[in-house]
């Protein structure tokens, strides 16, 4: 099976400006989470979705969005880019929801903000 | 406050080797751990999930211990060669859902 699949895989946008990620997930998988890497602040969640519905929201502030399709197939959004949202935002799908499910990441999409 | 802690400073042993990984936690009632690889540009790689009613887990060279008394979790690669050097992280998961917390990570080099 393909693994998770990121779009673009890097990305330079200017502060205010919006910006649309993509993720595939594994064939089968309908769960899809969100992180964001940075150095300082290491992994950090910021959602999860489950057949289309968000499960948990992480504490991030509500310029970061989200959306899963009928597919599985997962976007997040970020409006009224900031230069601390400069991070790796790495996408992870699973099998299903709860203690039994690895996560499976893609390899991220590097965006920074000038 | 919530609190993941691993070794910040990187690891560094001799090839053949036993490493032994920390991750400590407090304040946090978790229903299972799990310990992911990262290589420097990419994501992480899940490696071993242990719930809280499980004293060990073992995979080829690997083993993980969780001790919720302690709120420690203990991570060894046996044998450890070269291709073992990455950066480990820890993850925390305390409901249902797959929401992890994460640790910072530690760096682990294994020398020839």
């Known amino acids: 099976k393909a693994g998770v699949t990121q779009t673009p895989r890097y990305l330079i946008k200017t502060r205010g400006q919006q910006v649309t990620l993509s993720c595939s997930p594994i064939?089968?998988?309908?769960?899809v989470s969100w992180y964001q890497q940075t150095p300082g602040q290491g992994l950090q969640f910021l959602f999860e979705?489950?057949?289309?519905?968000?499960?948990n929201k992480g504490n991030f502030p509500g310029r970061f969005s989200g959306r899963q399709f009928s597919n599985s197939r997962s976007e997040m959004n970020v409006s009224t880019l900031e230069l601390g949202d400069s991070a790796l935002y790495l996408c992870?799908?699973?099998?299903?929801?709860?203690?039994?499910?690895?996560?499976?990441f893609g390899n991220g999409t590097r965006l920074t903000v000038t | 406050s919530q609190k993941i802690e691993q070794n910040s400073e990187a690891l560094n042993i001799q090839e053949g080797k036993t490493a032994t990984l920390t991750c400590n936690y407090t304040?946090?009632?978790?229903?299972?751990l799990q310990w992911y690889r990262q290589d420097p540009g990419r994501g992480p790689v899940f490696l071993l999930l242990?719930?809280?009613?499980?004293k060990e887990k073992r995979k080829e060279r690997l083993k993980v211990t969780f001790d919720t008394t302690l709120k420690q979790s203990l991570f060894h690669i046996t044998a450890s060669q070269p291709a073992d050097s990455a950066t480990y992280l820890c993850a925390l998961g305390e409901n249902a859902g797959n929401m992890l917390t994460f640790g910072g990570g530690t760096r682990l080099m294994v020398k020839p």
């Open positions: 242990i719930r809280e009613n499980e």
């Open positions: 304040n946090y009632s978790p229903a299972y």
């Open positions: 064939s089968g998988h309908r769960s």
């Open positions: 992870a799908s699973s099998e299903a929801v709860g203690q039994n499910s690895p996560l499976h």
């Open positions: 979705y489950f057949s289309e519905t968000q499960r």
